[in-house]
């Protein structure tokens, strides 16, 4: 042994884990819950490093693992709240493309009576007016 001390450094997948958990929480719903995946698996990786005296990031691990926790649950709610309202949306467009013309809708007056679009029909199908 030539006595020579390594200084601790932090691990890159630490580091990484932490800077996707706080990502996480500004990108969409999605992305988000990938976001958190991936922090979650760095922030397990950084923490089985850190049980080495050469490398630290031992906190910063498990921080990650906590803000990837909570961005799951925070990606899993957005999702759900803008699925509810996409099928709002949808459930009026359905509504109102049901009630109007299609000549109407095209900005001129081909026809008075209603035109079936089985495009429309079948999306109408899928959404439960709320």
Do not use: Y
């Not at 976001?35 to 490093?49: D, K, M, Q, S």
């Amino acid at each position: 042994m030539d006595g020579t001390v390594v200084k601790p450094h932090f691990s890159i997948p630490s580091i990484v884990a932490l800077a996707a958990a706080i990502a996480s929480f500004f990108v969409a719903p999605g992305l988000q819950f990938i976001l958190a995946l991936v922090a979650i698996v760095f922030g397990v990786i950084g923490l089985i490093l850190s049980f080495s005296p050469s490398i630290r990031g031992g906190i910063i691990s498990t921080f990650s693992l906590v803000v990837a926790a909570i961005g799951i649950v925070v990606a899993i709610i957005r999702a759900i709240e803008s699925f509810r309202r996409f099928g709002q949306h949808a459930g009026r467009l359905c509504r109102r493309v049901a009630e109007e013309p299609l000549g109407q809708r095209a900005g001129r007056n081909i026809s008075s009576r209603k035109l079936a679009n089985p495009l429309v029909d079948w999306s109408c199908l899928a959404v439960a007016p709320p």
